[in-house]
């Protein structure tokens, strides 16, 4: 019987590489914040009785959890990993799993190298656009050791993003680096906004150190250029754009073509801005 996943972090295993390097970044969280972790993959049956034994591929589904494993036990040897073999889509898995789940994580299967293409069926983008809980997408090679990135447009889906980008800093041991965007003929109501702002969440982190910056362009374009050189991108699921649905352009374009990985918030309720 699969261990329960409430409180987990619960992490998707396909068959690519990458997923290895999403159980590093996701056995990370977990180990950080004192949870466990749940690996889930998904097995195709159609596909498996199609096959000359479906013994094979049922034992090829339970290796790949194996070596899973062993990849989170390494990395973190004190956190506590299950383990669980579904039907069904992973997509699908994982957004069940999400209602009771701390964090749910997944590799991106490629998105972050496919130039201008725009897959909004992938399965990274339909789980941050789906979940109850926030995202983790990983990426295919390990992040550089930069800073925890931010992005903060004023709409409570940012404020409730910097206190998370906060946690995730003071966790990691890393500075704060975050960006607000003015785009091109929108007025700007100045740098002692933003400032406000970031040290009214900072109060309950004062061992994170925080640079905040002001910058004006598409701010799709500047947040994927800034994250080049961050360790993680934090980012709200709509922003300003509640029209959009369940995730906004920014959130997409991140998603789609930063090479770091990127948490995208939802799920959580507002974050108090007192400092308490």
């Not at 996943?5 to 590489?17: C, L, N, P, R, Y």
């Not at 029209?243 to 990127?262: A, F, N």
Request: charged letters at 20%; glycine letters at 12%.
């Amino acid at each position: 019987m699969a261990a329960p996943t409430h409180g987990a972090v619960v992490v998707g295993i396909g068959t690519g590489d990458e997923d290895l390097q999403v159980v590093r970044l996701a056995v990370g969280e977990a180990a950080a914040h004192g949870r466990a972790l749940h690996l889930l993959h998904a097995f195709n049956w159609a596909a498996a009785l199609e096959a000359p034994s479906v013994s094979g591929p049922r034992a090829a589904a339970e290796d790949l959890l194996e070596r899973a494993g062993e990849v989170a036990n390494e990395a973190e040897p004190a956190v506590p990993v299950s383990g669980e073999i579904v039907e069904g889509g992973p997509v699908e898995a994982l957004i069940r799993s999400s209602g009771s789940a701390f964090l749910v994580a997944i590799g991106d299967g490629g998105m972050a190298g496919c130039g201008a293409c725009v897959p909004a069926d992938a399965p990274a983008v339909q789980l941050a656009a789906r979940a109850s809980c926030p995202v983790l997408v990983g990426r295919a090679e390990p992040p550089p050791k930069g800073p925890v990135l931010v992005g903060v447009d004023g709409s409570e889906s940012s404020r409730t993003a910097l206190d998370f980008a906060f946690v995730r800093a003071a966790r990691r041991g890393t500075r704060l680096l975050v960006i607000r965007v003015v785009e091109p003929g929108r007025p700007d109501v100045g740098e002692e906004v933003l400032a406000e702002v970031v040290a009214r969440y900072g109060a309950r982190h004062p061992s994170v150190a925080t640079e905040c910056h002001t910058i004006r362009g598409d701010p799709g374009t500047v947040l994927v250029e800034q994250s080049r050189s961050a360790q993680l991108v934090v980012v709200g699921a709509r922003g300003d754009e509640p029209w959009r649905g369940m995730l906004g352009e920014v959130s997409q374009r991140l998603l789609y073509h930063s090479p770091t990985p990127v948490i995208v918030v939802r799920g959580l309720p507002p974050a108090p801005a007192d400092g308490a």
